[in-house]
């Protein structure tokens, strides 16, 4: 009996390597990205392109991942997103230009789009009920270790080594999942499909890119000036386009229709302003710890990974929280202690000692973690099973923009107050001032949070969150 449970929990754990991978990357490269604006000779302000061209390709692709998974058969498109991956980790390992690593990262991001719902997906469809809590337990320690070892891996490897091989790594573990996938995986489809919204997915997808993108080359990277706000209203019409295209479509992509729930909408469009504030953190830190404060990547990351360590330690009390203090309050009063645990990184200098910085990050992490599950948690208290699937890609989708927006707006308030100064190159205080500014920017979701009802979600936090 022992050898069939063993067996049946090879799916999960060929699913949860291939999401560490995935995690892992998404902040590896974070600690590394002085190193590669030297080598590729731009400013590393540029390189925000990197990180949201990712992350809108995660938001592009992740609504169509069930789809394609119930259309061409779930073994099918997990192995095709590895191999996309992996292909998009070679490209970055060879780029030698801003333009073609923006390529190679949002390369990246379709392999990831696809990696996670769908191993979701092969996970709940192959494991037996009896196994399944176990199974889905799996998916959490990607989520969690990733953060953990991506900084002071990438950092290690940049001081030691050279940046390329953040990408280098991801190969045999790749390689390994296309082997252990084609041979333990089910290859299951759907018999009955409704039609794929393909006149949406172009419009919401080019949308999407086209005006992050626009947004992101502000400040002449990459493109024009013209270029950038071209692209901008394009994005702006297309989108516009796709909210007419939603009202008369039978089966539109994404279901704008959800967001007349209140606790719906007040953990996706409350929960957007809250991680653009937050999204910032991980591209505007290790830059000030770095080219401010003049520590090694290495050194940067050991420090900025110990936010994922107070992360994981609040997950353990999340549940008794809720139950303590119910969600409204949480969202509400939590909010004002996360946008605090950045605002004060304006105070920190290169003589503040690493242990206050530890303990800072440390704290600032149980209250990310802890408004991160709360929120994923009220999103669906309201929801009917029906209806769980389009919720579970609008709130996909709203959360990769969110942190894209993030890292766009942190990197144009630190170019703005740097010019302000008269400064070409920004200082330690000019990051200091732009982290004031985005936890204003966070606090500024307590207002979408005030109206809920005092008992929202109150018979999901006595029961289990969301993690």
């Known amino acids: 009996m022992q050898l069939k449970i063993s067996a049946g929990m090879l799916t999960p754990l060929i699913v949860a390597t291939a999401l560490f991978m995935e995690n892992m990357d998404a902040t590896v490269i974070s600690t590394s990205l ?77 392999g990831g789009a696809m990696m996670v719902p769908v191993g979701r997906l092969v996970i709940l469809r192959t494991t037996h009920k009896k ?132 606790t719906f909408h007040a953990s996706v469009i409350g929960g957007f302003v809250f991680r653009v504030g937050i999204g910032a953190v991980p591209f505007l830190l290790p830059l000030m710890l770095q080219l401010g404060f003049g520590f090694s990547p290495f050194e940067s990351g050991l420090l900025t990974c110990s936010t994922a360590i107070g992360a994981i330690f609040m997950k353990t009390l999340v549940q008794r929280i809720l139950q303590r203090f119910g ?60 209806r769980m699937s389009h919720a579970t890609s609008l709130s996909g989708v709203a959360q990769q923009l969110a942190a894209g927006f993030g890292v766009t707006v942190g990197a144009f308030s630190l170019q703005s107050i740097a010019w302000l100064q008269g400064n070409t190159v920004p200082l330690s205080r000019d990051y200091g001032m732009a982290f004031l500014v985005m936890g204003a920017l966070t606090l500024l979701s307590t207002l979408l949070f005030l109206p809920l009802h005092r008992d929202a979600g109150a018979q999901l936090a006595k029961g289990r969150s969301r993690e």
Not at 77 to 104: H, K, P, Q, W, Y
């Open 34 to 110: 002085p190193a590669i604006a030297r080598d590729l000779a731009v400013n590393p302000i540029a390189l925000k392109l990197a990180l949201t061209s990712y992350l809108v390709s995660l938001a592009v692709f992740i609504p169509i991942s069930g789809w394609m998974a119930d259309r061409f058969g779930a073994r099918t498109i997990f192995r095709s997103a590895i191999t996309v991956f992996i292909a998009g980790s070679l490209l970055c390992a060879f780029s030698s230009t801003l333009e073609g690593f923006v390529i190679a990262r949002f390369i990246q991001g379709m």
């Open 131 to 262: 196994d399944l809590v176990k199974a889905l337990g799996y998916l959490t320690v990607p989520a969690l270790l990733g953060p953990v070892f991506g900084p002071p891996l990438g950092g290690f490897i940049s001081t030691y080594f050279h940046w390329r091989w953040i990408f280098f790594i991801n190969i045999p573990i790749g390689v390994l999942g296309l082997v252990l996938a084609a041979r333990h995986i089910e290859n299951l489809k759907e018999s009955s499909l409704t039609p794929l919204d393909l006149p949406g997915f172009l419009m919401s997808g080019v949308g999407l890119s086209a005006l992050m993108l626009g947004l992101a080359t502000e400040g002449e990277h990459m493109l024009s000036a013209r270029a950038s706000l071209a692209l901008t209203g394009i994005g702006v019409l297309l989108l516009v386009m796709y909210v007419r295209h939603y009202r008369l479509s039978k089966h539109p992509l994404l279901d704008l229709s959800l967001f007349s729930i209140p």
């Open 327 to 386: 969600f409204k309050r949480v969202l509400t009063v939590n909010t004002i202690l996360a946008a605090a645990s950045i605002a004060v990184f304006a105070l920190f200098q290169n003589t503040t000692p690493h242990w206050v910085m530890l303990l800072v990050f440390v704290i600032g992490g149980c209250f990310r973690s802890l408004q991160f599950t709360s929120l994923n948690s009220i999103a669906f208290a309201d929801i009917e099973s029906d």
